[in-house]
Structures are given as structure tokens and as C-alpha cells.
């Protein structure tokens, strides 16, 4: 059995400290394997207003690892095509998508012909990750192309930060 190259590689991009680990070894693949890269950051529309609604009626927040306002999204977006300029990968595109991650990245993926997700993920942050489920689970569960975790170091104890817009005054 050989080894195929990779054609296009979408990754997923959050804004936090897993997104620049993540998307250098995407982009290490694609400059590799010569494949397009496509960046995802999935974002949520909602304010914490709405969802602290939401969590009050539904219980549970809902959007683990969902950047919170197209804004944000924006600049996770932006942040994650200077590591894959760096690296020297060809992003064939850059997409904000309003949605889950684990949606937003195996729809692009269909859409796109992929040939692999690439995605960061740590072990165990929560009680929740593990009862309902982590994006890197989801996307493994639905993904119909090859599907590589990243697992960057990252200091115990520490939180991942998502952005979110800054209410304006």
C-alpha cells in the first residue's frame, strides 16, 4: 500500500492557542504535498447575552470552541493565514462559516473534495468534553476523509480562550 498525497486540507482555525500549532502543520502538509489549503473559523452570531439565555432555557453552553462574533471570527481568520503565509502554504481559501466547528468543518470538507481535516484538540479539558462530545470527536465520528489531531503542548491547568467582540459602549 503507498502513501497518497494530500489534495486539500482544511483545517480549523478558533483564534486560540491551538490555532497557530494547528493550522503551521496544516500548512506543513499542504506545502508538502503541494494541496490547497482551506482555513475554517466557525463562529457563532450570538451575543453572551443571548447565550446566557440560551444556557438558562437549554443548560450547558453550547458553543464549545465557537468563536463568538463575525468580527472576532475575522481576526482568528486573519491570524491563522499569517501562520500558513509563514509556513509558505497556498491558501485557496479563507472562509468564516456561521456555524458549529465540527459542521463547519466536514460540510467544507464535502464541498471541497478533502482529502483531510486537520484539527487541534487536548486531552480531557472538561467533564463536558467528555459527556457531550469534543469537536475533534464529532468531526472524527463524521468526517469521510482522513482526519489528523493535533496536540500541541499547552501548560496544565490552562484554559483556552476563544475571542469574542467587545461590546461597544
Do not use: F
Not at 5 to 13: K, L, P, Q, S
Not at 115 to 127: N, P
Not at 139 to 156: F, G, N, Q, Y
Amino acid at each position: 500500500m503507498s502513501m497518497k498525497d494530500y489534495r486539500t486540507i482544511v483545517v480549523g482555525a478558533d483564534g486560540s492557542s491551538l490555532t497557530a500549532p494547528t493550522v503551521g502543520r496544516a500548512a506543513w502538509l499542504a506545502k508538502h504535498d503541494d494541496a490547497d489549503l482551506v482555513i475554517v473559523c466557525a463562529y457563532s452570531r450570538l451575543s453572551r447575552r443571548n447565550e446566557a439565555k440560551n444556557v438558562a432555557t437549554l443548560g450547558g453552553d453550547s458553543r464549545i470552541g465557537e468563536v463568538l462574533g463575525r468580527e472576532a471570527a475575522g481576526l482568528a481568520l486573519q491570524a491563522a493565514m499569517q501562520v500558513a503565509a509563514d509556513e509558505g502554504a497556498t491558501v485557496a481559501a479563507a472562509l468564516l462559516v456561521d456555524s458549529e466547528p465540527a459542521r463547519a468543518l466536514v460540510s467544507t470538507a464535502a464541498e471541497r473534495a478533502a482529502d483531510l481535516i486537520v484539527l487541534g484538540s487536548l486531552h480531557d479539558r472538561s467533564l463536558a468534553d467528555r459527556l457531550l462530545g469534543s469537536t475533534a470527536m464529532e468531526v472524527t465520528k463524521r468526517a469521510s476523509c482522513d482526519v489528523l489531531i493535533v496536540r500541541p503542548e499547552v501548560a496544565t491547568g490552562s484554559e483556552l480562550e476563544v475571542p469574542e467582540e467587545v461590546p461597544v459602549p
